[in-house]
Structures are given as C-alpha cells and as structure tokens.
C-alpha cells in the first residue's frame, strides 16, 4: 500500500518539546521529508533523511528514523507559538518518478 | 529570487463554467506537480509532468486538464465536469536530473483557493 500515516492534532506548551509521529509503509523508500505549512499558503521544506540513515539534526529539529518499523518522527525542541502550522511527513519511493506521498497532516497548537 | 509563483491567489467559479489556474517557476526545475488539498486532509495528486510536452495523471485527474508546452509553466484547467472543485490547489516543482534528497525534494507556491459562485 501507499499510505501515509499521522495523528490529526497536538498541543504543548510554548517551550516544551513537541513530537509528530509518522508511519509509513512501503520499505522501498528512498528519501523521507518533513513540510511546515502556515495557514493559507504553500508547503515549506523542513528537513528530511536518507533512508539509511537512523537520526539527522538541524538546529531545534531532530528526525528520527526507525526502518524496521517503518516509524518518522519530527522533534522540536523548545516550542515557539510561530511553530503553530500542520507538519506533513512526506516519502518517495524508489521509483524514478519524483513524486512524493504524503500523510494528511498533523496539526501543532502551542499555547503560550 | 527564485520560486514558483501561483495566480490567482482567489478564484471564483460559475455553474458550468472552466477556470485556469496560472503555475510558474524559474527554478530550471523539468518536473512539475498539481495537489488539491481539502480540510483537514492531506495533499492529492492531480497531474504531474517529468518534461515538457509530456504529463501523467495522478490519483485524482477526472475533471481536471494540464498543459506542458514551456518548463516553466504548468496550468490546470478545473473543467465543468469537476462537480465538487471547491478546494486549495498547490502546485510544486522538483529538480530530476540532480540526484539527492535535498536536490530532490518538491518546492511549493503559495496555493489558490478555488470557490463556488
């Protein structure tokens, strides 16, 4: 199958860490993505991670990767309410394509 | 700067009516996708074209129609037979000759929202 998998919706607290969970399940992917979208406008690029990879790290963003269960998390460490959007995980697969599968979104409410 | 510009940022639709939503991109990127996105659900493929002259359907085409005669642009025709067009429509752009996560990863305009007069 071809689906993406997120939780709808989280809530913290400004400051605290948060972390949006992803399952994926075709094996074959290559690249993994993580997209930020504010409201009403276009989807930014985060960060990603190869495949192989297990951990990546980008200043208060750290991605983890566990392939075995086919399991992509995004943690942001220190919270800030500009954090406030949906957060897409995205995968492609091996296939020469480009094209991208993406979850339905989580959606992060910080609370001052 | 580069990027992909999407126009109209609003746009209406009358019953029986087809509208043209307007994707273009200076990024020197060959592939070029369409999404809709509905509340609270994620992005559907509509079509999508690796090179000019040539495209492929996506999960969702029925209703919708594209052109590629120049790579830097790729308009969507939301046609009359698209009975429930109300949605934000993403268009994105990716770099298919360079291989790599960060070369490849899809760039997005800023959307338009499509409404029902």
């Known amino acids: 199958g071809e689906d993406v998998e997120q939780s709808l919706f989280l809530s913290v607290r400004e400051g605290d860490s948060s972390v949006i969970n992803c399952t994926y399940t075709?094996?074959?992917?290559?690249?993994l993505y993580w997209y930020k979208q504010e409201p009403g406008a276009g989807l930014q690029l985060l960060t990603y991670?190869?495949?192989?990879?297990d951990m990546k790290q980008d200043q208060r963003l750290t991605v983890l990767l566990n392939k075995k269960d086919k399991h992509l998390s995004l943690r942001i460490a220190d919270t800030q309410t500009g954090d406030s959007a949906i957060y897409f995980c995205?995968?492609?697969?091996?296939?020469?394509?480009?094209?991208?599968?993406f979850g339905q979104g989580t959606t992060l409410q910080v609370k001052p | 700067d580069g990027g992909i510009t999407q126009s109209p940022k609003y746009l209406f639709r009358k019953e029986g009516q087809n509208v043209t939503l307007s994707c273009e991109q200076n990024?020197?990127?060959?592939?070029m996708y369409w999404y809709r996105q509905d509340p609270g659900q994620g992005l559907r493929l509509i079509y999508y074209?690796?090179?000019?002259?040539?495209?492929q359907k996506g999960d969702i085409a029925e209703g919708y129609s594209v052109s590629r005669e120049k790579k830097e642009s790729f308009p969507l025709t939301v046609t009359s037979a698209q009975k429930n067009p109300t949605a934000f429509y993403l268009c994105?752009?990716?770099?298919?000759?360079?291989?790599?996560?960060?070369?490849?990863?899809?760039?997005f305009g800023d959307g338009t929202r499509l409404s029902i007069l």
């Open positions: 994105a752009s990716s770099n298919r000759k360079t291989p790599g996560a960060a070369q490849e990863a899809q760039h």
């Open positions: 075709d094996s074959s992917s290559t690249y």
């Open positions: 991670i190869f495949s192989n990879m």
């Open positions: 995205a995968e492609k697969k091996s296939s020469n394509t480009g094209k991208l599968i």
């Open positions: 990024l020197n990127h060959d592939a």
């Open positions: 074209s690796q090179i000019v002259n040539d495209f």
